[in-house]
């Protein structure tokens, strides 16, 4: 065998275009992966943060309403205290404190659950207050500058929260003017605490806070976050809430609150670093980190309540899909590619086929020009021997054509030249019939009437045919037409009859039989012998190129065509080319048969319509 040798750049080279195709495609399957991720990543947190708002808003729907409900509990309250001809006999100085009163509003004060109740008169000054008997009483005190006051003074319902200034105690007050005739006498105040509603809300899932006008936090569900604000304040505003005394000058923080992105008019990203006091809340919820903030404003003040609903789940969602998505895509990348690298395989390798195919084609019609060529070979050896007969007939006949005209016997001159005339004749068909069988023809197919194949060879094959003494059968109608070309099957039957004759070499029995018949759409040509048949270590073999049993004639004395192999490939590919098929097998009584399948085809009805090729041969005029 022989070894193909490569150099070594050659040998490497598809290696390094795999490598070179790789290092593309790595970035290129990277690149889609990391895109799946950010697409999956944005998809998956846009629908979490969705909703988060959507229950952020409910939260936010029911606190504020809560709250609301609590404050709106105490609207009236205040205003009510106008109603007692004791509060108003008192701030309008009608008469001295009476310590019933005291007592009233204490009691007042139990039942309605609220932090302190008390009177001013038009001055500002506490007359009666509920918590008159404690040390830190309120009694005397000028609050005149309180926010409330003013309000109330002025006629209006005065809303404030704010601290206390004896107890520090953060409440909401709700204060109202005192009228008697239209005038404005007095002011009563109720102190409500919010803390029990701020409790309940420690135990819910998301933090909540309440801010009031200034952007200070006064309620949370984080203590710690009182009294923080929520943005930052400047020196004059501090310096007015001392002054005021309003939230009893704590230090007013800041929260550490940072907006990150606004998703909506009411929501925005925000992010909260620990409280600024480094102490972390014992709570249900997370108090730092990441949250979803949805503010809305509280009816009948100016405070706005802000829900704090924590995203580290949406974002860790949103990561292990951005995750699954990327490894999904890089995997889906992957089998993609690898289907598309087996297509292109599969590709080449039918490209290859075919190439293989194309070139065994050609090769196989060389070897059909070269089988030609051979029977040539083996024809001229046996035309030379057929000729030098006639030749040298000619040779005497025209001496004795001579003598006769010298002798003046002009009869036996003429019947002379006839014979000389007829042996030119076959002559000349004889050499007519080689050149014919030399031409490589394409052999484009057309309708034949199979018989002039069929006598054709058997007539090339005459003298052989003659000395064999063989007996040939030819049971071919005229009708029986099938789609090849005359000349190439012609070549056919020449291998298959001379076969036959080899095979019957040596008998005196020999017999030879060439029959044609229409079998539906195909046309079926055999030629049997009653020769020694086709041995089984034979068959799976006799199409097979330069395959013989046959030893290579040494000298021109043998009459067998001289085993080249190649008679039976070549005819097998001939027959293939017409869209038929050629096979061999053992008759009935021994002996071999081979067929010759052929599509059919119908004759032109124009009998002059005769190609040239189908009359290549007259019949053999007969020897002198
Ligand atoms: P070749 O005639 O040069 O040997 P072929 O391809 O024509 O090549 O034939 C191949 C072989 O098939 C022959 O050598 C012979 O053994 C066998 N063979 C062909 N025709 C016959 C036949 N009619 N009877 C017996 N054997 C045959």
Redesign the pocket.
Known sequence: MMRRSLSLPAFFMPAARRLRTIGLLLPALAGLALLAGVVGFRVSEGMGLAALQETGHHRLDLYAESLEREIDKYAYFPATLGLERDVLDLVTGRAPLAWGLNRYLERLNERAGTLSIYVLNRQGRVLATSNWNRPDSFIGEDLSYRPYFVEAAAGRQGRFFGVGTTRGEAGYYLSSPLTEDGAIVGVAVVKVSLEQLEQSWSTVEAPVLVADENGVVILASVPSWKFTTLRPMDEPTRRHFDLTLQYNARPLQALGLTALDRIAADAELVRLSRPADGQLEEAVFPVTGGFLAQTAPLHGTGWTMTVLSPVDQVTGMAWTRAALAAVGSAFLGILLLMWVQRRRHLLDLERKVEERTRNLRAAQDELVHAGKLAVIGQLSAGLAHELNQPLAALRTLSGNTVKFLQRGNLDAAQGNLERIAHLVDAMGALTSQLKSFARKSSGAPRPVAVRRPIDNALFLLEQRLRRSGVAVQVDAPEDVAALCNPNRLEQVLV??V???L???TGRTDGRLTLNARTEGDRVCIR?A?N?????AE?LP?????F????EAAKDGSKE????????????AGIVRDFGGALT?ANGPDG??V?TIDLPAAALPTDPTAVQAGDLLCPTLPPSP
């Open positions: 291998n298959l001379a076969n036959a080899d095979a019957l030629v012998d020769g020694p048949g086709l041995p034979v073999r006799l199409f097979e190129p395959f013989t049993t046959k067998g065509s001289g085993g080249l192999g190649l008679g039976l490939a070549i005819s061999g002996g071999a081979f």
